[in-house]
């Protein structure tokens, strides 16, 4: 059922919350991998508030739906969603990437509640999702295994020998998600590292792929219904996204992978973003 309109304010409402967050973050900790989180914003509320069954109070419970980020340099977007969904308090944000602070550039899952798994070393999530999907399986458990890669990171061989397997195990209790915004480190990917026919690559691993608007709340809403439903084969949303989506100066600005910036700058993304969607 698609979202009504009291729940996509309520949606929007988070997602603006969220990237002015990820601005603080930036300042807070003197710099932080602000494109490629402000990209993924919709999709983290999206699984945060709505689809990943999931309670703050109860973080390691068994039968709980596991969420990685592969990508784990967007931790300037998913540690605050962590924080903002209750796992702990937002405040404790002021430390990120602080000495002996549990937040840093990269997520640690043994020092952040809520966190599934550590991150940082591109190419390794989808195998630890696979391993949890098996796990799953084996068990007779209906949790399910979500993994947010970037499309950079798809130059790593380890997501396809992943993909390849996870096909091969029926793996439909395994959702692939790749933000892409079409950048990586350097350059655009079509420039540094080809991918497309990217969803045919996906579709010829055995994957289903849905191809979407991840910046629109009730596409990502959509897709991550359907893939819920999957039971054999492993669904890849190919979510489209805009790199530093919010910001207009930092929109697809390959500088602004990894960026600092003082509080003037940063008052006006706010500001942005604040405005943004009125
Ligand atoms: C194995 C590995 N190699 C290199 C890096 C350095 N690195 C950090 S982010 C990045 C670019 C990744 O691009 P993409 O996945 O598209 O990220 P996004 O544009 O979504 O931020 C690279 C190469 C890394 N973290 N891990």
């Not at 350097?186 to 996906?202: C, I, R, S």
């Not at 979510?239 to 960026?259: D, L, P, Q, R």
């Amino acid at each position: 059922m698609a979202l009504t309109a009291e729940e996509k304010r309520k949606y929007a409402q988070i997602a603006k919350e969220l990237r002015m967050t990820i601005i603080d973050v930036m300042l807070w900790s003197g710099g932080a991998h602000v494109g490629g989180s402000l990209s993924i914003v919709e999709i983290l509320t999206m699984l945060y508030f709505k689809h990943l069954n999931i309670d703050p109070k109860d973080p390691d419970n068994e039968d709980r739906d596991r969420f990685i980020l592969s990508k784990g340099h967007a931790a300037a977007g998913y540690i605050p969603a962590l924080a903002k969904r209750g796992y702990f308090p937002e405040e404790e944000l002021k430390s990120f990437n602080h000495f002996r602070s549990p937040f840093a550039m990269h997520p640690d899952s043994k020092k952040i509640i809520g966190c599934d798994a550590s991150a940082g070393s591109l190419g390794h999530g989808l195998s630890m999702a696979v391993g949890l999907g098996l796990a799953a399986k084996q068990l007779k458990k209906d949790w399910k295994t979500v993994c947010l890669m970037g499309d950079g990171e798809c130059c790593e061989g380890s997501i396809w020998e992943a993909a390849m397997s996870a096909a091969h195990f029926k793996l439909g209790n395994v959702i692939g998600i790749v933000d892409r915004n079409k950048f990586m480190i350097d350059g655009t990917t079509e420039q540094v590292m080809a991918l497309e026919p990217f969803a045919d690559k996906w579709r010829s691993f055995g994957w289903k792929v849905l191809d979407i608007d991840g910046n629109d709340l009730d596409a990502v809403d959509e897709a991550l219904t359907e893939a819920w439903k999957a039971t054999d084969v492993p669904t890849l949303i190919l979510a489209n996204t805009i790199k530093g989506k919010g910001v207009s100066f930092m929109e697809n600005k390959v500088m602004y992978h990894y960026a600092s910036a003082d509080s003037a700058i940063c008052e006006q993304a706010k500001e942005e973003i604040m405005k943004g969607g009125e």
